[in-house]
């Protein structure tokens, strides 16, 4: 277990925020966030680390132990940036969702653009790393281009479309939101959470509770196992998805499948640009920001 002092508490804080701003969007992904920061890896193993022996130091009361072994320093300051950029940037990314799109788009795709250098230069090549990879990206080509399947708003539904959800949410280059926008659950779960209908809320939580502690600890295996590989594919499903943040799209709030477009003027390109720039700048403070912390487990 690593163990580091508060100068690594802002790079991880700065981490959790730019997650949580990234859960909030249909189409980009918290786990991506997570990999091209240099944290996912940490994450997934502080995730599955939830387990037995985590439960035998509490029963125990061994709450030290209970607390380094799954990495609760990191891991809270983790979500707390999560949980700090869901309520105080909601809005702000809700209003340039509705109104400027492009500009959010384009900062995404600058910060992925910027991220995918260096998660190529980290793959290592071979035949099976290629096959990994491109397995990656038609798995998140087909996650992005698809229509929605419009499931009906009940119970078992939201606790099987929070659980889905979860599990995409930690996987880089899948979207969460997306994936209940194409399950027809996104709005009604927006909706839930805005009135805070509990009942709804707690489906929702459950299904998310019960995906993030299984699909956490096969993510735990596959990187411990079979890590060059899982890179590979990773990096792939990474790429893949990157159409989904092309600045100029149609309107995905519908339901429907992803159309993308040309800039409707000069204008529309040069704020596309700028906002693609920005997100490159972006990208290297937060790289900066992790110097001298400790990137993975």
């Given amino acids: 277990m690593k163990v580091e002092g508060w100068k690594a508490v802002p790079g991880w804080l700065a981490r959790g925020m730019l997650m949580g701003i990234a859960d909030m969007v249909p189409g980009v992904s918290g786990g991506t966030m997570a990999l091209i920061t240099g944290i996912y890896g940490r994450f997934i193993d502080a995730l599955a680390a939830v387990d037995l022996q985590f439960l035998r130091f509490l029963f125990k009361g061994e709450l030290r132990l ?168 990773l990096t792939g499903v990474v790429l893949g998805a990157m159409p989904r943040l092309w600045p100029w799209q149609g309107d995905l709030n519908t339901g429907g499948s992803l159309t993308l477009r040309l800039p409707d003027s000069l204008n529309d390109l040069f704020m596309g640009i700028m906002a693609t720039l920005c997100g490159v700048i972006v990208y290297a403070v937060i790289k900066w920001l992790a110097r001298g912390t400790v990137k993975s487990r």
């Fill in 66 to 233: 209970a607390w380094r072994h799954i990495d609760a320093n990191f891991l809270l300051t983790l979500f707390s940036g999560i949980l700090l950029a869901l309520f105080a940037m909601s809005h702000l990314v809700g209003w340039f969702l509705a109104y400027q799109p492009v500009l959010l788009w384009g900062f995404f795709l600058g910060l992925l653009s910027a991220a995918s250098v260096n998660l190529l230069h980290d793959v290592v090549w071979s035949v099976n790393a290629v096959i990994a990879l491109v397995l990656g990206m038609l798995l998140a080509l087909v996650t992005v281009f698809a229509g929605s399947a419009a499931m009906a708003p009940i119970p078992v539904w939201f606790f099987f479309g929070g659980m889905i959800a979860i599990s995409a949410m930690i996987l880089p280059g899948i979207s969460g939101s997306l994936i209940l926008l194409l399950l027809g659950l996104y709005g009604p779960a927006v909706d839930a959470i805005r009135q805070f209908e509990l009942s709804v809320i707690l489906y929702i939580g459950s299904g998310c509770a019960v995906g993030i502690l299984v699909f956490s600890k096969f993510l735990h295996w596959l990187m411990a196992t079979h890590r060059l590989i899982a890179m590979a594919a």
